[in-house]
């Protein structure tokens, strides 16, 4: 596996805050789960109805979903697996051709 | 060869220092390889000048691709322009008159610590790869980094934030090394282009205040020009105006310092997609992204032959 698998289970949640107390609900819980932004580049740059995109470590996917229920924030999740899509972007036959 | 090198794939940094090469061998009428310094971590910082030799000072165009390690459809346009540039030269009227008439100076790869550490280590690295004695996090956010209302809204002043601006203005020796080479071709830097991704947008100052830039009509038109033949290859729509109210307020970009530091038409480019892939574009979408892109920048560069 490329990156010694390292994305296996990791997946990218797109979360729609709707209203300012949404978003504020959202910087708290993002703010207690570690995520990577994709976009925007950070928490303080968040606004409603605004998308947002983090990279969700495999083991707090789970307890994100369960949060957002709760608050219920709308999100989807557009890549449910990472590994798979980062062997599928450079593909064994291009990489092959590389090496 | 420059014949087999395969534009359709990503390539690790030392394929692209390699073709660079190439192209610098194969093609010494129309290119000039150099170097404006070394990163980090001591690696060169190429750089490919492209036009017709002749008249010293000739307008020229910047473009810069990979500032941030993780957007590697950068990199991939760089190539891409370079390669079209080439093999157009001399059959397309447009790109022939651009090549007599202007230089392109492009750097396929900005950050290239960052960019090696995303193909060896982490995937997702956005920063360069500085080291902060107090601090075990490395890295700062080189679109941060530039000396224009630096370490304001929208940039961390935390080591470890992805948006950190680093400890002081151009702290970075790849921002410092591309100011240095901008501040000396200024008089003839007529176009600046830094090119990212994702998110479909082409942006011109101001990111750092929500004002108009003075030659507010004239750069209006050239993006939404840009945005309509970008829109002609293959009808993907892009939004297009001031960075801080099509995207948000950020300070210490280097379209705000570039502008601020007389070049007339800035313009960051936000590449596919909306957020489908992300970051991992697939190789498949490389051409027709790179294709509309090339579009429109053609469509900038010709503006810069007109008056306005």
Redesign the interface.
């Known amino acids: 596996y ?2 010694n698998n390292r ?1 296996a289970g990791d997946q ?1 949640f ?1 979360i729609t805050p709707t209203s300012d107390a949404e978003v504020r609900a959202l910087q708290k819980i993002l703010g207690q789960i570690k995520v ?7 928490a ?2 968040m ?1 409603q109805n605004a ?1 947002v ?1 983090v ?1 969700v470590k495999r083991n707090d996917t789970q307890d994100l979903h369960a949060r957002l229920k709760l608050e219920g924030i709308k999100y989807r999740v ?2 449910s697996n ?1 590994q798979n ?2 062997e ?4 064994y036959r ?1 990489s092959r ?2 090496r | 060869s420059e014949s087999q090198y ?1 534009y359709e ?4 940094l030392e ?1 692209i220092q390699n073709w660079m090469f190439e192209m610098n061998r194969s093609r010494p009428e129309l290119v000039t390889l150099f170097s404006v310094g070394k990163s980090y971590e001591g690696r060169p910082l190429y750089v490919l000048q492209l036009g017709k030799r002749g008249r010293p000072q000739k307008k020229s165009v910047w473009i810069d691709c990979g500032v941030h390690a993780r957007e590697w459809i950068g990199p991939a346009f760089c190539q891409w322009f370079v390669k079209e540039a080439l093999s157009s030269y001399k059959y397309d009227s447009v790109m022939t008159r651009l090549l007599n008439h202007l230089d392109f100076f492009i750097m396929p790869v900005f950050n290239v610590d960052g960019y090696r550490f995303s193909w060896n ?4 690295w ?1 920063k360069t790869r500085s080291k902060n004695h107090k601090f075990h996090c490395r890295g700062v ?1 080189a679109n941060r980094n530039w000396k224009v209302k630096w370490c304001d809204e ?1 940039a ?1 002043s935390h080591p470890c ?3 950190y601006c680093g400890p002081f203005p151009e702290s970075e020796p790849e921002v410092k090394a591309v100011a240095k080479f901008l501040r000396k071709h200024k008089k003839r830097m007529k176009a600046y282009i830094s090119i990212h991704a ?2 479909q947008m082409l942006l011109y100052p101001y990111s750092y205040k929500y004002a108009a830039i003075p030659n507010f009509n004239c750069v209006e038109s050239a993006a939404q020009n840009a945005v309509t033949a970008l829109h002609s290859a293959y009808g993907v729509r892009y939004r297009y105006g001031p960075a801080s109210t099509t ?2 307020v ?1 300070s210490g970009s280097s379209i705000d310092w570039a502008y601020r530091n007389g070049i007339p038409y800035a313009f960051a480019f936000e590449l596919r997609d909306t ?9 498949s979408l490389i051409k027709p992204t790179c294709t509309e892109t090339l579009r429109a920048v053609k469509a900038i560069a010709s503006g810069l032959l007109k008056k306005c």
Do not use: C, M
């Not at chain 1, 990577?36 to 950070?42: G, I, K, L």
């Not at chain 2, 957020?275 to 190789?283: S, Y």
């Open positions: 490329q990156y994305y990218i797109r990577d932004f994709w976009q925007p580049n950070s303080s740059l606004h998308t995109d990279h557009f890549i990472l899509e980062i599928k972007q450079s593909g291009s051709k590389r | 395969d794939v990503y390539h690790p394929e280590t982490d995937r997702f956005r956010d929208g961390s934030d992805d948006t994702y998110a995207l948000y950020s957020g489908h892939f992300g970051f991992l574009l697939p190789e």
